[in-house]
T-cell receptor, first 112, second 113 residues
Framework: KNQVEQSPQSLIILEGKNCTLQCNYTVSPFSNLRWYKQDTGRGPVSLTIMTFSENTKSNGRYTATLDADTKQSSLHITASQLSDSASYICVVLSNSGYALNFGKGTSLLVTP | EAQVTQNPRYLITVTGKKLTVTCSQNMNHEYMSWYRQDPGLGLRQIYYSMNVEVTDKGDVPEGYKVSRKEKRNFPLILESPSPNQTSLYFC????????????FGPGTRLLVL
């Protein structure tokens, strides 16, 4: 069964610090992997998408990495801000079928 | 403005009373999808549609129906709601299944008593 596991489940960091969120998946065959940011009570917003051939992709202070061999991805947040407090969701698409595979998310709290 | 709209945003109903949550997008997207989000379980896909008249089940389709008669609209129908369908629902659309940017609606919070 296709699965997407995220860690940690929750994280608290001080404003200005960096952090890294992890996503491991078993989805096969792999098409692409997406990271979303979801503020409380709102719909998710896309941060990055990575295909099989991409190792690193940046979007401002957000940098995603992908290792398709080990089926692992990470989202690195640099110089965190209070507005980064949100849930970060990893989504993996397969070339087989059209359903999306969601991780349960990592809840990030950035404190002053 | 490109957007996905959902109505209603909040709904309280009773067990067994049929309801419909509407979803509309103005971006001419082919792919549309419904999700429910519950604490500790994350987002789970209910149904999706690749295009008009083409729909398929996601991970948790039981108790739900959908239709895609027009490209812009993708309503979610609960024929006989039950308390376990109390949840936060999101509709989303993208140009195609593989297209990067999936736009999510603002969410509909449903309480079934």
């Amino acid at each position: 069964k296709n699965q997407v596991e995220q860690s940690p489940q929750s994280l608290i960091i001080l404003e200005g610090k960096n952090c890294t969120l992890q996503c491991n998946y078993t989805v096969s065959p792999f098409s692409n992997l997406r990271w979303y940011k979801q503020d409380t009570g709102r719909g998710p917003v896309s941060l990055t998408i990575m295909t099989f051939s991409e190792n690193t992709k940046s979007n401002g202070r957000y940098t995603a990495t992908l290792d398709a061999d080990t089926k692992q991805s990470s989202l690195h947040i640099t110089a965190s801000q209070l507005s980064d407090s949100a849930s970060y969701i990893c989504v993996v698409l397969s070339n087989s079928g059209y359903a999306l595979n969601f991780g349960k998310g990592t809840s990030l709290l950035v404190t002053p | 403005e490109a957007q996905v709209t959902q109505n209603p945003r909040y709904l309280i109903t009773v067990t067994g009373k049929k309801l419909t949550v509407t979803c509309s997008q103005n971006m001419n997207h082919e792919y549309m999808s419904w999700y429910r989000q519950d604490p500790g379980l994350g987002l789970r896909q209910i149904y999706y549609s690749m295009n008009v008249e083409v729909t398929d089940k996601g991970d948790v389709p039981e108790g739900y129906k959908v239709s895609r008669k027009e490209k812009r609209n993708f309503p979610l129908i609960l024929e006989s709601p039950s308390p376990n369908q109390t949840s936060l629902y999101f509709c989303a659309s993208s140009s195609t299944y593989y297209q990067e940017t999936q736009y999510f609606g603002p969410g509909t919070r449903l309480l079934v008593l």
